[in-house]
């Protein structure tokens, strides 16, 4: 009897961190901000990488390594966000046709997840001509989504 208790209170537990997950996106507002914070964080570790990928900064293989990790891991967080009804109202640059196209925004998105966990992996090894090819890719990828359902 004991036994189901633990398991019937761990389940409910579990459950309840999930439904606190799902409303974390409950208005659009919400989701708009938690993207927004993910994309400009993205955005900082990838141009960090660039600076080094155009010569701009010396390249230093740990710096890269991190920002690359940190890049790959903060590149799965956003998507849910983009796919909250009313997510492309607001101050936001997401346009209708994501919502509208939610096949084609999710193989973009997954797209980008797939290129930046390449990078990070290349970045590890520490092979700075392979990092400038993957650091490519990775921005192709994320130029590919940005084109497509990104209002400029």
Known sequence: MKKVLRW??????VMGIFSVAYAQFAKPEEA??????????????????????QGKAPFDKAAVAKDAELVAKIATLPWEAFMTPGAEKGQTHLKAEALKDKEGFKAAADATVAETAKLS??????????IKTQF????KSCKGCHEKYRTH
């Open 136 to 139: 490519g890719a990775a921005g």
């Open 8 to 13: 019937s209170v761990c389940g409910l537990f």
């Open 32 to 53: 708009i901000g938690y993207r927004k914070s993910a994309m400009t964080l993205i955005g900082y570790h990838f141009s960090r990488i660039g600076a080094v990928v």
């Open 121 to 130: 992996q290349v970045a590890a090894a520490g092979d700075l001509d392979a």
